[in-house]
């Protein structure tokens, strides 16, 4: 059972390092919302899970309701922060025609400032 809740840890910290990596890596908004909600999410499920298999009856409890909780609020937060960004006109790498340009009113995209 130790084996089993250290390979969950594990990957659950592979899942995070790859998402973690995706959001600084990756050109524009959604791209970095989609590694962040994602990879995060299954990351975070798995470490939670390697966590009840070598924890106790409190920790069990405690880690279901943490994971139901995950499930049910990021595709919520991830449906907003993605409308968000594209609504207020923020530049889409990687998209020829906007698919979306009959159901949403979009900004003007606004230049870059320089740092």
């Given at each position: 059972m130790t084996l089993i809740a250290t390979a969950l840890l594990i990957l659950g910290a592979a899942f995070l390092?790859?998402?973690a990596i995706g959001v600084v890596r990756l050109p524009d908004p959604l791209q970095r919302m989609h590694s962040a909600t994602k990879a995060g999410t299954l990351g975070a499920t798995l470490m939670l899970l390697g966590a009840m298999l070598s924890g106790t009856l409190e920790g069990l409890s405690t880690s279901a309701l943490?994971?139901?909780?995950l499930l049910l609020t990021l595709p919520i937060g991830a449906q907003l922060l993605?409308?968000?960004?594209y609504v207020s006109?923020?530049?889409?790498e990687g998209l020829e025609q906007?698919?979306?340009?009959?159901?949403?009113?979009?900004?003007?995209a606004q230049p870059e400032e320089a740092i």
């Open positions: 390092l790859v998402a943490v994971i139901l909780f993605g409308r968000a960004a006109g923020t530049k889409l906007d698919p979306l340009s009959d159901e949403l009113e979009r900004a003007e």
